[in-house]
């Protein structure tokens, strides 16, 4: 590994500059005017794997975005890493809000960062922390130092929901045979106190319209006398959490899995800092379910949110209007063993309850998933811990994340295989809001740890 690490130290700058080439692509898959670029970022992503050594590289087409896949298969007798990664982005806007343009990468001094971050969307989730495995490979290909066989399969469709990787899966469970899943696509707590992610939040994501007279009407005329959809979304939605901020769906917590006193003990070992935490968002207190605390409430417990709500006027000056119709995005968060299908129809068939007889009510189910949790007696996780412990000189903590990257419960279905989440994004590094950023730290870190992980995770399999 030492030959690894130097070619590691040699190549620095020119890793920065190739991820920069990367970023330079608006590779959102939100839009469909980006599918160009989309193309775009999957055929250099596929060049440069071609150009370090990695064999079979493909582009492989699928109903939507395509999947970049490769191999290098060195003994297969050995074990076999299968790295998954997204190249596609979130959409870059408010881009009013951008200190330097989403998609011409520059290197800023943080006070988080004060070695520099890269400035730029979908410099952390996830194609700088992609793209730190792919340098990792190269490196240890460079001097005949990967210790074990290597797949990759880096999908355009991650921020839209992985529907077409889902299919790719079912349908290529031969060429993705592994022994572990390897993703970088999470965080860790800060780059003083490493930590491996050992969970993943579930999702179930609905969309609401509330509809009430057939047309827009006169406030005037009209006000007291019909329902106002606005009114009664908002009464609706608010009624969705009571007084101690659980939540109101019935069934809603039949199937959640409570944790031990002593692995709630455990998780509160974990460095956090209330103050901190609330001067880094300007908040004077935070607020949540009643009995957990700030972590737990963003990890171990589900919760539900709005994350958009629209209807009526709101140009210019005032309208005196009551609008026909009004909608909300809301997502909830699951933890094992809730079954985000089944959620998304205690939430429909509640919703529906709710409404009162003045209006009419659609629920329009989006994508979702399962949550996912690693055991950390694997010898994949142990792996992992090693390879931080030695990158870092500091034992990583294990936390259980609050984000959802729905396709690891998947490959646990189809292909029997367990992911771990080498994570090397901070919560600071603002992922799907403006000036989104990555730290060179972390970013140099991440690629310097990667190969320990292979060569443990090799020697542990032995
Ligand atoms: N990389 C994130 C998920 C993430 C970030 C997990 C940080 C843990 C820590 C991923 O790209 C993402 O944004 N996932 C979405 C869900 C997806 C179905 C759109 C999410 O969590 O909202
Ligand atoms: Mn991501
Ligand atoms: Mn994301």
């Known amino acids: 590994m030492e030959n690894t690490q130097k070619y590691i130290h040699e190549n620095k700058e020119r890793f ?14 939100a839009d469909p005017v980006y599918k160009n670029d989309v193309l775009k970022c999957a055929e250099k992503l596929a060049d440069n794997l071609s150009e370090i050594g990695v064999e079979k590289v493909e582009i492989c087409q699928t109903a939507g975005n395509p999947i970049v896949y490769g191999e290098k298969i060195i003994d297969s007798t050995l074990p076999t890493v299968l790295v998954y990664g997204h190249y596609d982005v979130q959409p870059a806007d408010p881009l009013e809000l951008w200190t330097s343009p989403p998609f011409e990468p520059v290197i800023k001094i943080t006070e988080i960062h004060p070695e520099g971050a890269i400035f730029a969307r979908g410099s952390c989730d996830d194609k700088g922390q992609m793209f730190m495995h792919v340098k990792a490979v190269e490196a240890m290909l460079a001097h005949n130092e990967l210790p074990c066989n290597v797949k990759f399969m880096i999908e355009g469709e991650e921020e839209v929901g992985s529907e077409n990787l889902a299919i790719f899966v079912k349908n290529n469970k031969e060429k993705l045979k592994a022994d572990i899943i390897l993703v970088s696509d999470t965080g860790m707590l800060a780059n003083d106190t490493p930590s491996v992610t050992t969970g993943l939040r579930g999702l179930s994501y609905v969309e609401v319209e509330v509809t009430g007279p057939n047309r827009d009407l006169h406030s005037g005329l009209y006000g007291g006398c019909v329902a106002n959809p606005i009114n009664v979304l908002a009464q609706m939605i608010a009624s969705l959490h009571d007084e101690n901020g659980k939540i109101t769906i019935p069934g809603f917590y039949d199937k959640v899995v409570e944790l031990s006193e002593e692995e709630r003990a455990e998780m509160a070992k974990a460095p956090f800092s209330h103050e901190e935490y609330c001067n880094a968002l300007d908040l004077n207190d935070v607020m949540g379910e009643a009995g957990y605390s700030t972590p737990e409430r963003g990890s171990i417990r589900p919760t539900l949110d709005v994350n958009g709500i629209w209807g009526g006027y709101t140009g210019e000056g005032a309208k005196t209007v ?4 009004a909608f909300a995005k809301i997502s909830m968060r699951l933890v094992p063993d809730q079954d985000p299908e089944e959620i998304t129809q205690l939430f429909k068939t509640h919703f529906e309850a709710i409404a009162p007889n003045s209006v009419k009510v659609v629920v329009k189910p989006h994508h979702g998933g399962e949550a996912a949790v690693t055991p950390i007696d694997s010898i994949g996780y142990k792996a992992a ?4 412990e030695k990158a870092f000189g500091k034992k990583p903590i294990p936390v259980r994340s609050g984000g959802s990257i729905p396709i690891v419960a998947m490959f646990e279905k189809e292909l029997g295989l367990k992911t771990i989440l080498m994570g090397f994004g901070l919560n600071s590094d603002a992922i799907h809001s403006p000036n989104e950023h990555y730290g060179l730290f972390n970013y140099y870190k991440g690629i310097e740890t990667i190969p320990y992980f292979y060569h443990y995770f090799t020697e542990l399999n032995a």
Do not use: D, N, W
């Open 16 to 29: 920065v500059q190739e991820l920069f080439g990367i970023l330079k692509i608006p590779s959102i898959s």
């Open 322 to 325: 009551i609008a026909s119709k």
């Open 385 to 388: 811990s090693l390879a931080y």
